[in-house]
């Protein structure tokens, strides 16, 4: 491949295979110079044919991808550069290889796996209670409905209906989480082209979200609440106060938030018609949640296929029109809106009861029973050292995760630990589409095409 460059890449591309600095380095440092010695040759030598600076795989870019760019400019050359994996707007380890022509990017080849942990293995080696924590660390921004989407997936195989409170503590707290995690989503989306005084104001009111967190589990952010049987603890007192004072006073935020934003010049100029999917291709790539209901496809597994108390509540599914950047951040303020509605007729409808399951093989005995009772003692000692045995099957659990689809495919073989279990992550799907996406913009529409899947490479690279 060296011998194949012009004089001056080769020297620097032999120094950079020495560990002098990294290739892209090298490249972006030697390109002015060699279009200037590129334009002397053709001037002294007609008949000169450029050579085209190859990718890191020693492909020609142009020949790999049959097409050219749109610009006409003959100064302009293909070329690779590296986005991230330390790039302040890539939202976490990401790596995208990216062919450009000037500053049109004509491929995008993401490399995940920088922050792998080999986590659906590590649970074929942990009990079905010690498998649960795993899941707050995929989707760090969005922990109870990874808990969640374990849960109902293990409550399948075991056959067990969990207790009406807990179906309204799941849902009011699963919204709380959907709250959270667009808050993160769309402030972050908001910083990255340019507007940083949104984003505090959604940090101070996750912060709010945070604390509700801890109440209920004692964990601002691994919760390990939702568990197969129910959760953990009941609701404290005063906490239902707080949460619908704290609703009332967020809606008055997200409208703050909006007059701040969406008429914002600079901000619709950098989302409207950038990274435009239609419906019939948002299908083809498996997109789902709010990438797919941006493109006009109302799909929400809450309505479709309800769970929990979603079909005891009432809510529209916001949907956008022209599949950009800007109609899917339309349809995340609008779910802060319906988000809230589904909060306060929780915190109204809220009834008392159990908050698990009376089976103390599967849920945990309370402190006052192990205090009285030896075999609830028992019981609580072998939950924790052994588990609890699941019948052999299998089963998938999908569940409408403030990111899309998330999926959770288990089979039991019998024993108290899972023989399989495949995690279905929505942030993946959508970076495999990245290149489709991003194809034909320009580079600094990179970072809002990213901040629009909102991703988090926990899930993506588990």
């Known amino acids: 491949m060296v011998s194949m460059l012009p004089s001056t890449l080769r020297t620097v591309s032999v120094r950079a295979a020495r560990g002098a600095m990294r290739p892209s380095v090298a490249l972006a440092r030697a390109m002015p ?12 030598n007609p008949t000169h044919t450029a050579t085209t600076v190859e990718d890191l795989q020693g492909i020609d870019a142009a020949t790999l991808l049959k097409e050219e760019g749109t610009q006409k400019d003959a100064n302009l050359r293909h070329f690779t550069v590296n986005f991230g994996p330390q790039h302040p707007a890539a939202h976490g380890v990401l790596r995208l290889i990216m062919e ?7 491929r995008v080849d993401p490399h995940v796996g920088l922050l792998h942990r080999g986590t659906e293995k590590l649970i074929e080696y942990k009990t079905y209670t010690q498998a649960l924590p795993y899941f707050d660390r995929l989707d760090y921004s969005s922990m109870m409905t990874n808990e969640l989407c374990f849960a109902r997936a293990v409550e399948k195989l075991l056959n067990i209906e969990v207790p009406e409170r807990a179906k309204w503590i799941r849902t009011l707290y699963g919204e709380l989480t959907r709250i959270s995690n667009h808050c993160m989503a769309v402030l972050s989306h908001i910083m ?15 912060e709010k979200i945070m604390e509700f967190y801890e109440r209920v589990s004692g964990a601002r952010m691994h919760a390990a609440y939702v568990r197969p049987g129910g959760v953990t603890y009941d609701l404290p007192p005063g906490l239902l106060d707080d949460i619908y004072h704290w ?6 935020r997200v409208d703050e938030i909006e007059e701040l934003v969406t008429g914002n010049r600079v901000w619709r100029e950098r989302t409207i018609g950038i990274g435009k999917v239609s ?9 789902s949640g709010v990438m797919l209901r941006g493109s006009g496809i109302p799909w929400d597994i809450r309505k479709v296929a309800p769970y929990d108390a979603y079909d005891q509540v009432e809510f529209d599914v916001p949907v956008g029109k022209n599949g950009d950047c800007f109609d899917r951040y339309l349809c995340r303020i609008e779910e802060f809106r319906q988000s809230l509605r589904i909060i306060h007729q929780c915190l109204n409808k809220m009834p008392a009861g159990q908050i698990k399951v009376d089976d103390h093989k599967i849920a945990p005995p309370s402190r006052s ?22 019948p052999p099957g299998e089963t998938y659990s999908a569940i409408e995760a403030p990111k899309g689809e998330m999926g959770v495919y288990l089979v039991s073989n019998g024993t108290n630990r899972p023989y399989r279990c495949s995690i279905s992550a929505p942030g993946f799907r959508h970076l495999a589409g990245a290149d489709f996406v991003a194809r034909h913009h320009y580079l600094p529409d990179m970072v809002a095409i990213i901040g629009t899947m909102d991703l988090v490479f926990g899930e993506v690279d588990r």
């Open 192 to 206: 990255d082209v340019g507007g940083l005084t949104p984003f505090v104001w959604g940090l101070e009111e996750r």
């Open 33 to 44: 110079r060699s279009f200037a010695t590129e334009a002397e040759k053709k001037v002294e």
């Open 247 to 252: 609703a009332t006073q967020f809606a008055g």
């Open 279 to 287: 419906a019939k291709d948002a299908l083809n790539y498996g997109f």
């Open 369 to 390: 029973m192990m205090k009285e009772s030896m075999e609830s003692l028992i019981h609580h000692f072998k939950l924790f050292s052994e588990g609890f045995t699941v």
């Open 100 to 106: 450009l022509n000037g500053e049109e990017i004509l």
